[in-house]
């Protein structure tokens, strides 16, 4: 976390901090760790198509929404971005994430790389992109079986997903591999609280520097 003191109580703009990574690297399990010690990250949660897995609640995990809903978000522009995965539609809603932004909240999204290029696209200077890389195809086939949410076939298809997931790494801003969950957790806050000292993102700065100048 950021140091008290005068420095952490000059005015910010909040950020978008997006964890992508192939299903079963972690970045499910480090995005939950970093929620939990930092009051000023706030999840971005998303609309989904698919069903419910066992333990999610509506609201929490996703907004559990139809396919029928899911279309009508996409044509009246609600969405910030939108992808289909394995058959199923994902989307974040737009007005939330700016109006925590306006608030100086940094928003969390555990979206993949087709959520990141548009978000992107849109929302350039307020996006930090973080890829995480399993240690090997070995142990990230069997973290998916350890997990004993998907079928086997399910698990297989998200294998063969892997690889074009994995394609898209040089897209983001930081690389990290997740063979070591507590020194890649430590790597990702330090990530974040180097980017919410970059001063364009610390509109306080400017009243703080006049301030400083007026009375030397």
């Known amino acids: 976390m950021s140091s008290p003191g005068i420095s ?23 995005s939950r760790q970093l929620l939990a010690r930092e009051p000023d990250v706030v999840m971005s949660v998303s609309v989904t198509t ?4 066992p333990g999610e609640t509506d609201g929490k995990d996703y907004h559990f929404i139809s396919r029928a809903q899911f279309d009508e978000m996409v044509r009246d522009g609600e969405l910030l971005e939108y992808a289909e ?3 199923n539609g994902y989307g974040t809603p737009i007005k939330p994430v700016h ?13 993949d790389w087709q959520g990141t290029q548009q978000i ?12 995480i890389l399993p240690p090997s195809a070995e142990e990230l086939r069997e973290r998916l079986v350890r ?25 983001y801003d930081y690389v990290l591999i997740n063979d070591d969950l507590d ?3 430590r790597s990702i806050s330090a990530i974040l609280d180097a980017e919410r000292l970059r001063r364009h993102r610390r509109i306080g700065l400017d009243t703080f520097v006049k301030r400083l100048r007026k009375h030397l």
């Open 8 to 30: 952490s109580a000059i005015a910010r703009r909040g950020l978008l901090f997006v964890l992508s990574s192939p299903s079963g690297a972690g970045k499910t399990t480090l």
């Open 50 to 53: 698919r069903k419910p897995r």
């Open 85 to 87: 995965v394995f058959g």
């Open 99 to 111: 109006d925590w932004l306006a608030d100086g909240k940094d928003v969390l999204f555990d979206i």
């Open 120 to 131: 992107h696209a849109r929302m350039t200077d307020d996006l930090v992109r973080v890829f």
């Open 147 to 171: 997990r004993a949410q998907d079928t086997a076939s399910v698990v297989a298809k998200r294998m063969a997903e892997a690889s074009n997931e994995i394609s898209h790494w040089a897209e």
């Open 183 to 185: 020194q890649c957790d």
